[in-house]
């Protein structure tokens, strides 16, 4: 083998040289761009002449499934300034006593804090006041005191035409706080941008924005323009069809005024949201339009909390609405069939405790379909405990009960089904066959919200489907198979349908359309009990489920049922009404 | 127990202090920049700094460990380590996690691990032991050595990893030229790359296209893409003489500069130090470049000497694209500027790549043996 070593080490001297001829080039460079600096855009910025403007995209609109505005654009004007030139000595006084002239009463501090907040750079522009109409505009550019630096342009700000109706499910767009900017990638957001805030604004914010738009320009000495150097253009926008229908919406607000609650409507078999009303509401206009600390405040220290989506977030026992999940397991499990009867006493006494059912006299012999015809405790009592906690937890959490349902709007609550194992890291509690008991019939620990309801109930309806509500993109999430056979499950809703026909739920069947479903009254540890109505119709060919939740509303039957019958029936006229006109 | 110690000792007595003195400087500048990129205490920057001194006791660690080990027996265990290397790039490129569009990093437990930058001292082990064994002085040799170098560079290229890529392939066609390849191979190489560069262009993502358009004309699109180099020779060029002072830089404080503390860490400090600054970093690098290849020379070894001008050829050229960049005369690639930038694997591999170049020196003081 050749010795390599001469040839390694000439190469290896012409190598060194290479690198510190490179380096030598660097050094030139470095002492041109540093002490020569001539490139042009360094000029511009060191001569203080380039400026950057955000030209805000117009957000996309939201509709309703038959194209009622939601939420909506409208042209207001802000006054724009660049840093660099309202920091001059002066300036921020000078423009004060300009806005406080004419109706904006602003301190020098304010405004100084305005300017810092939004600060990114000397020559980005910040919005020094916001929210002017055209009139308002005219008269403060119109004064010959304005700085000339400063300038007008226009804008959209959002309104919500149903306001506190449907401000729980489509939320609000505002100006981006600090620890969102923090959150976002960098150069997505700057400070003063707008940004969805919860509900379908906030899920949808990707597509509702659009794409800002951005002009360098290159100005005078004075500040004036001279020439633009770059325009990209704002993208406007997605709109967006939700699948609430407003009118129903609307109708389930006004049976729910005075109370607090949640009315809940969905398409039994895709999931589509109909209705997602919560009582009391707020209105997301103020919102939008930027309010105090102090009107925050009152908004959320509310005790009746009207910014909290009870239909999402609020969680229940379910109450009896749970027993025809417990009669649809038993069925399965081969634990009872429909012959099976049990004798209600009045009460059940299990070891040494007595568990009265609500009946006080008792309803004698009850087998499946009359048991939950006359919602009797003492029958679920002892079905509950042949099918045991487990297996009901497992159907539990089949039917999507402890679990996020995956819906489109943050702040869903998750509800509980928790079992053996977390009563006794939570309570360091054994579990009790009184606990089962509970759980039979929707009490105890369980806990649900309305929303996980009519997803169960849209299970009975569609024969088997566990849905994912959805607000907007239908077939996003197909419906899941959960076992089950159709004889027992046409058992139950016999059970269901008997309930509205002779039963518990009678009143809601009153109101023309045939309605299966069921009552549910749930202990409320701080009051009067609250009502529920789950139901679907119309009973032979499901189309729509709905649950209702009153709080405080006392008995299920009387409260909650009719305002379950209402909704489903003005859900069913409108189809009939639809498919009518040619 | 004390003639193991004194053993010890003075195999760090053996290490090269003119060559890690000027590592040591360079990283504590890092320091610095990362602190002031990051805002400093009120921003994210004392965390940077932080974690970044925490992985400089990682990599001093890695240091010593490669000088007292020595380079020879990495080099027996070249063809193995390559192997591995190939391997891991192959798993990354399979199960790795995607960061910012490209599959470079590999969970291990807590630590997330960039094996192209591990890579590089492998590929180097690889060459120097691989091109003395088969000089490329035949086409052959030539050819096979170069594939068989060349099938790291591909992976880093699928992940798809641009930056690291160019690394590999100029620590292989140094490499080439070290060992003694004729002259006139070389220029084939070079015509055949300069004519498959159309070809190439097909194969870039857009984005790496704007940026190289960019690189030719900024106000292509200086709101997009240009954007970042404007700003970036702003804050360069802003600088001065004398600099605006540690922690005034207002073009990186101002988010100006896109990753201030990892792509865009040599503008903070231009901006920062002034033209007296990066004056002083370029004298610390060729004051390293400079010892480096001396200790190439000063050595015996052939693959040693390969070994140690390959690894002194990937610090230079990320030091070059990462000036440049700043600078705006060079397109960006996204590559970490050696030892200023924040980032635990690079520093890591640079340490071992000193490691390995002390670990030469000391043979070379060794002339008892």
């Known amino acids: 083998m050749p010795d390599l070593r001469p040839v390694i080490e000439i190469r290896a001297r012409f190598w060194r040289i290479v690198m510190m001829a490179s380096i030598l080039f660097l050094f030139i460079g470095l002492y041109f761009f540093q002490i020569l600096h001539s490139d042009r855009y360094v000029k511009l910025a060191w001569d203080n002449r380039l400026r950057l403007v955000r030209i805000p995209s117009s957000r996309g609109e939201i509709f309703d499934r038959n194209g009622s505005p939601l939420a909506v654009n409208v042209t207001t004007f802000d006054i724009l300034g660049y840093p660099l030139d309202l920091e001059r000595d002066g300036m921020i006084e000078r423009l004060s006593l300009v806005l406080s002239k004419h109706g904006f009463p602003i301190d020098p501090e304010n405004l100084s804090a305005t300017v810092k907040r939004q600060y990114w750079a000397p020559y980005r522009v910040v919005r020094v006041i916001t929210n002017l109409t055209l009139p308002q505009m005219a008269d403060l550019v119109a004064d010959p005191n304005f700085p000339s630096q400063c300038f007008p342009m226009a804008v959209w700000r959002r309104t919500y035409p149903a306001g506190s109706l449907v401000s729980n499910v489509i939320g609000y767009a505002g100006e981006i706080s600090e620890s969102e900017l923090r959150q976002k990638p960098e150069g997505d957001y700057v400070g003063g941008d707008r940004i969805g805030k919860g509900g379908i604004e906030g899920s949808y914010e990707d597509l509702l924005r659009g794409r800002v738009g951005e002009e360098a320009i290159e100005v005078d000495a004075r500040g004036r323009r001279i020439r633009s150097l770059d325009y990209r253009a704002p993208v406007r926008g997605k709109n967006i069809r939700l699948t609430l229908d407003l009118g129903a919406q609307r109708l389930a607000a006004d049976l729910l005024r005075g109370f607090r609650g949640a009315v809940v409507a969905l398409d039994a078999y895709t999931g589509a949201v109909l209705v997602l009303c919560t009582s009391p509401s707020y209105d997301n206009n103020p919102l939008s339009w930027g309010v105090s600390a102090r009107e925050w405040s009152v908004l959320t220290d509310d005790p009746t909390h009207p910014m909290m989506d009870r239909a999402i977030s609020g969680v229940y026992p379910p109450g009896s609405t749970f027993k025809a999940l417990v009669a649809l397991a038993a069925l399965q499990e081969n634990e009872v069939t429909g012959a099976t009867s049990y004798y209600c006493s009045g009460e059940y006494q299990l070891g040494t405790r007595t568990f009265k059912c609500w009946k006080r006299g008792g309803h004698g012999t009850v087998r499946l379909v009359s048991a939950l015809q006359d919602s009797c405790d003492v029958y679920f009592y002892q079905v509950g405990l042949k099918l045991g906690i487990n297996r009901l937890i497992e159907w539990g959490r089949r039917f999507g009960v402890g679990a996020r349902t995956g819906f489109d709007i943050p702040g869903e609550a998750e509800g509980n089904i928790a079992g053996i194992e977390w009563k006794k890291e939570r309570f360091k509690e054994s579990w009790y066959r009184g606990d089962t008991v509970n759980y039979s019939i929707g009490q105890g620990f369980l806990l649900m919200t309305p929303l996980q309801i009519a997803r169960m109930y849209a299970a009975f309806a569609n024969g088997g489907l566990l849905v994912t509500p959805y607000l907007f993109g239908e077939g996003r999430n197909p419906p899941v198979h959960i076992a089950h056979s159709p004889e027992n499950m046409n058992l139950v809703r016999k059970g269901l349908l008997d309930v509205v026909r002779q039963g518990t739920g009678w009143r809601a069947g009153t109101y023309g359309v045939t309605v299966a479903g069921k009552t549910g009254t749930s202990q409320n540890a701080h009051g009067n009990d609250h009502a529920l109505f789950a139901g679907y119709a119309p009973a032979e060919r499901p189309r729509y489920v709905a649950v209702a939740v009153v709080e405080a509303g006392e008995h299920g039957s009387s409260v909650a049922s009719p305002i379950v019958g209402q909704v489903l029936s003005y859900l069913i006229a409108r189809d009939t009404r639809d498919t009518a006109v040619p | ?369």
């Open chain 2, 1 to 369: 127990m004390d003639d193991r110690k004194s053993v010890f000792f003075e195999e760090l007595g053996s290490i090269d202090w003119l060559c890690l003195v000027p590592a040591l400087c360079l990283f504590c500048i890092g320091i610095v920049t990362v602190y002031s990129a990051g805002g400093g205490v009120a921003g994210r920057g004392a965390f940077f700094a932080v974690r970044q001194i925490l992985w400089g006791l990682i990599a001093a660690c890695v240091f010593v460990s490669f000088h007292v080990i020595g380079y020879r027996w990495f080099l027996n265990f070249a063809y193995p380590i390559y192997a591995g290397l190939l391997g891991l790039l192959f798993i990354v490129l399979v199960v790795g996690l995607t960061v910012k569009g490209s599959q470079s990093w590999l969970y291990l437990g807590p630590a997330r691990l960039q094996p192209s930058e591990i890579g590089k001292i492998a590929l180097a082990l690889f060459l120097a032991k691989h091109l003395c064994r088969y000089p490329p002085v035949t086409v052959t040799a030539l050819i096979s050595g170069a594939l068989l170098a060349g099938m790291s560079g591909l992976l880093v290229l699928l992940q798809p990893d641009m930056g690291s890529s160019l690394v590999y392939a100029l620590m292989i066609f140094v490499g080439l030229i070290i060992s003694g390849a004729p002259k006139r191979f070389l220029a084939g190489i070079c015509a055949a790359v300069l004519a498959s560069l159309p070809v190439g262009w097909h194969f870039l993502k857009e984005y790496q296209k704007m940026r190289i358009l960019v690189f030719v004309d900024p106000s292509v699109d200086p709101l997009g893409a240009g954007y970042n180099v404007i700003q970036s020779r702003i804050a360069v060029g802003s600088g001065g003489l004398w600099g605006k002072g540690f922690m005034q830089g207002l073009q990186s404080k101002l988010r100006f500069l896109p990753e201030p503390h990892t792509d865009f860490a040599f503008s903070v400090f231009s901006e920062e130090f002034g033209f007296l600054g990066t004056a002083l970093l370029l004298l610390l690098f060729s004051l390293l470049f400079w010892r480096i290849v001396d200790v190439g020379l000063r050595c015996k070894d052939a693959r040693a000497k390969v070994l140690v001008v390959v690894l002194s050829s990937w610090i230079w050229f990320q030091m070059t694209e990462g000036i440049g960049m700043s600078m705006g005369v060079l397109p960006v690639t996204g590559l970490p500027l050696p030892f200023i930038s924040y980032g635990g694997s690079s520093l890591v591999a640079i340490s071992a790549a000193l490691g390995l170049v002390t670990s030469v020196y000391r043979t070379t003081r060794k002339n008892y043996e």
